[in-house]
């Protein structure tokens, strides 16, 4: 009987992986469109490249961690990224956006929205390898608030680079829970190798 509720609680976090990897995927796309709209809205040109050090500030990950190693810097990036989304969002909002921009708003909700399920993914991922251990308090970022000398184009540089962390680091996401899931693949994707290991099998 413990053998089998072993096997079962394994199976179970294994579809938590999935669908988190599946989500961050999702939410991976979600990003790369608002980062499309951002930079239409502001007229920047595709290849603007924004310096400075990496807004999230954690540890890098590495092959080399234990998979619940992982997952602690992978949810305390993600972390920070909502952090900055919301101070992104705050501050928008205290200048205002004018014009119409539904789609760009609407967009941020949905990325802001699936943020939010991710971390609650991860979480659970994390309670399944740590048991009742202690979360660890969120690492102090500097630069999380507006650095803003009164430049309104300073602003959209900032919010611009929140953009790309959002697009990189659920990227990364994506790419470190396809990685610790068993098949390194999203439900998606096993079905796509499913029907195509079909068709072959029928010639």
């Not at 669908?19 to 995927?25: I, N, Q």
């Not at 659970?124 to 630069?143: H, I, M, Q, V, W």
């Not at 919010?159 to 990364?172: G, Q, S």
Request: proline share 4%; hydrophobic share 35%; with cysteine.
């Amino acid at each position: 009987m413990a053998g089998t509720r072993t096997r079962r609680g394994a199976g179970s976090e294994q579809s938590r992986t999935a669908r988190a990897a599946a989500l961050a995927e999702e939410l991976h796309h979600e990003c790369t469109l608002l980062l499309d709209l951002y930079r239409k809205k502001e007229t920047f040109a595709e290849e603007l490249t924004v310096g400075g050090e990496s807004l999230v500030t954690v540890p890098p990950l590495s092959s080399q961690l234990s998979p619940n190693d992982m997952l602690w810097r992978l949810y305390s990036a993600l972390q920070q990224c909502r952090n900055l989304l919301e101070r992104a969002i705050g501050r928008e909002e205290a200048v205002g956006n004018g014009g119409d921009r539904a789609q760009y708003e609407n967009q941020k909700k949905t990325v802001r929205d699936r943020l939010g399920h991710l971390l609650a993914s991860t979480r659970l991922l994390l309670e399944d390898g740590a048991g009742t251990a202690a979360f660890t308090p969120e690492p102090k970022n500097s630069e999380i608030d507006y650095p803003g000398n009164g430049s309104p184009f300073a602003l959209k540089l900032w919010i611009y680079r929140i953009f790309n962390e959002l697009e990189h680091w659920t990227l990364t996401a994506s790419k470190t829970l396809k990685a610790l899931h068993p098949d390194g693949a999203t439900p998606k994707e096993r079905r796509t190798r499913g029907r195509a290991r079909g068709r072959r099998t029928r010639r």
